[in-house]
């Protein structure tokens, strides 16, 4: 901190003492005062602009050289409010005001990327243990046909689980930045359920489903067609997965209209949710009972679909009945 650029910085300062100087010294000349007086005027003006200035600007060198020595000694630099002292003048007091506001918004910062690193951290170790499971079961169906010829329809569903995790990873990994990688246009509704069905024929055919598509062929909705195409997926896995073992499963995907704007609906007639689980199915590593009942859920299909339509500007929706199925809304 320089002195000079500190004078130059309040030179209105300095203004103001040498107009107060100069009435003096104009008042004295009027009524005749002494040439010494307005001599002593004129300098003690002149060392009281002086010594103001420079107790000015060691107070505040004082200031922001410890700031600085305290800044540079530790090591979390945006928690220096925490080892300065208490501060004397209303400008020291306005400048500690605002270090500890920028303090708590980067503490806040802080504490939400460790959050949102320790949740991909934990997402990463459960889908580690996910992709082990596919992987370990294409291996066995290797070993048991050493001597016969492997039928592709035999591992290729292990193959299918592995790709949707993957996929799940990769769109978990890209969900927090969604906004930089989609183009809202009019997708056309009943072409996308279709292309997301005919992925999952082998699962769909295996469960021996119904698919019923009530959408009309021209209908058309406005999304990411990426995106939500994943989404749609991660709805029907789920509706796969919870599925009723002794009932073929029924899936149905409609069109209607909710408060003026434009609904698609996937329902199922699978196993359903308790009614004192439905508010939160769409919390992270949420699985509920059914997931506890032997279904390797995850907790994470309903966290992400939730999480890429808020991104994409939609809303999500669920209603369910244990027993009877669930019905979930992407709301447009």
Known sequence: MRFLRYIKEHLWLLAAFLFVALTADI???????????????????????????????????????????????????????????????QEEELIFEILKKAEVSMSDNVAG??????????????????????????????????DT???????????????????????YARSSYVEKDYFIK?????????????????????????????????????????????????????SIKYSK??????????LEEVDGRKALLIKDNGVGIKSAETGRVFDKGFTGSNGRAGKASTGIGFYLCRKLCLRLGHDLTLTSEEGKGTCVKIIF
């Not at 997402?123 to 291996?139: D, M, N, R, T």
């Not at 997708?187 to 069905?197: G, T």
């Open 186 to 238: 009019e997708v056309n509704a009943s072409e996308l359920v279709k292309r997301a069905v005919a992925k999952r024929r082998r699962n769909l055919i295996a469960m021996r489903a119904k698919i019923e598509n009530d959408i009309a062929e021209d209908a058309v909705i406005c999304s990411d067609a990426k995106w939500l195409a994943f989404i749609l997926g991660q709805l029907i896995d789920n």
């Open 113 to 146: 990327y460790r959050h949102e690193t320790e949740e991909y951290r934990d997402y990463v170790e459960s889908w580690v243990h996910e992709i082990k499971i596919p992987i370990s079961a294409a291996q066995m169906i290797c070993e048991n046909h050493k």
């Open 149 to 171: 010829p492997l039928r592709e329809s035999e591992i290729s569903e292990e193959l299918d689980r592995i790709e949707g995790n993957v996929e799940q990873a990769l769109y």
């Open 245 to 254: 073992e002794d009932e073929g499963l029924i899936l149905t995907f409609s």
């Open 27 to 89: 008042f004295l000349l009027t009524f005749e005062g002494s040439l010494w007086l307005i001599l002593y005027i004129s300098s003690a003006s002149f060392i009281a602009c002086f010594i103001c200035f420079l107790v000015g600007y060691l107070r505040t060198k004082k200031m922001f050289d410890e700031i600085e020595d305290k800044i540079e000694a530790m090591e979390k630099k945006y928690l220096v409010p925490e080892v300065l002292d208490e501060r004397e003048t």
